[in-house]
């Protein structure tokens, strides 16, 4: 199995480097860290008492696989997901925080456990998923993708400025789209004409 240094590094390279699109409400980001991550760790690059988008800039690839790391594998309790879920789950938390742990209880929810959707990964939301996982693994983890897909879908219907996110210039998937279907089995991927049915309604 992948090892979460190996995920963290992935996810790093899918992030890319310094971006600041003003339509991305994360706003400002090197390797995917946002200067918001940055000030809530007290990450003091260049130590001259202020977290600006200077630290932000030295930020290099390394350090921002440690934070991924630390805080958004570790720290949400990721660890404790059955193995293979790791890296979806992972990949998404860096993407949507929170949102990544209420995508699988919702999905739990549905599959008939009673779990809080808080966001949070407790025993409860692990066992749930342990058990699910081992019911149906490979039906798991597509599941789970699928569910990050249309999160991704439904956050575009209603913030058109997203848009750009899910559907290229030229009409096709765009990356917040490709990124969900790296982790669901290709037969499950949506075809052209289904994406630009789903689609239709952005105009």
């Known amino acids: 199995m992948i090892s979460v240094q190996d995920i963290a590094r992935a996810i790093v390279a899918r992030e890319g480097g310094f971006v600041n699109d003003p339509d991305d409400p994360g706003g400002v980001t090197n390797f995917g860290v946002t200067l918001h991550t940055m000030r809530r760790l007290g990450i003091d690059l260049n130590d001259d008492g202020v977290v600006d988008q200077h630290d932000l800039q030295q930020l290099t690839q390394n350090d921002a696989v440690d934070i991924f790391i630390q805080h958004y594998f570790h720290a949400p309790q990721i660890a404790g997901l059955p193995e293979a879920l790791h890296a979806s789950v992972f990949d998404m938390y860096v993407n949507a925080g929170g949102n990544a742990v209420k995508i699988l ?21 692990h066992t749930a998923a342990h058990d699910a996982y081992a019911r149906a693994p490979k039906e798991m983890i597509d599941a789970y993708g699928i569910a990050r897909r249309n999160y991704y879908f439904r956050l575009a219907d209603r913030r058109p400025a997203s848009r750009k996110y899910a559907r290229t210039r030229a009409g096709g998937k765009g990356g917040w789209i490709k990124r969900a279907e790296e982790f669901i089995a290709p037969k499950y991927h949506l075809s052209a004409s289904a994406f630009s049915e789903r689609t239709a309604s952005w105009g």
């Not at 929810?109 to 409860?124: E, F, K, P, S």
């Open 105 to 125: 209880q919702r999905l739990l929810r549905t599959m008939g456990y009673d779990i809080a959707v808080d966001g949070a990964l407790g025993t409860q939301s």
